[in-house]
């Protein structure tokens, strides 16, 4: 059986002295220095809506992958300014498994 691949989604809001341009930034530095280097990441994407609120999407190779990299970002100092960066009390995460596919 083939594995399924993973998908986190994270929700949360920026502390609000920050640009979008500055949290953008900050994003880029945790992809380039942690999330990319991780056993299992494929890609993220991140996008903000009109509320304020930023979401990442990101996929893993396997749930497990993704579980191990949510308590290491937890403890790694390449991901202390994001960490920093964000309004702990706006974090909604989920963990989702895929079931299906369709692409162009």
């Known amino acids: ?5 993973a998908t986190e989604i994270v929700e949360f809001k920026f ?13 880029d530095e945790l992809e380039v ?7 299992g990441f494929i890609d993220t994407e991140l996008a ?14 396997t ?3 993704v579980k ?3 308590k290491l970002m937890m403890q790694e ?5 994001f960490r920093k960066a964000i309004d702990p009390t706006t974090v909604k995460m989920q963990l989702l498994e895929q ?3 369709w692409s162009k």
């Not at 100092?77 to 300014?81: G, K, L, Q, V």
């Open 1 to 5: 059986m083939k594995q399924k691949i």
């Open 15 to 27: 502390n609000p002295n920050l640009s979008d341009e500055e949290c953008i930034g900050i994003v």
């Open 33 to 39: 220095n942690f999330h990319s280097k991780q056993k």
């Open 48 to 61: 903000k809506g009109k509320d304020g609120k930023w979401t990442m999407i990101q996929h893993w190779a």
């Open 63 to 65: 749930m497990e992958d």
């Open 68 to 70: 191990v990299v949510v």
């Open 77 to 81: 100092p390449t991901t202390e300014a």
């Open 99 to 101: 079931i299906h596919t």
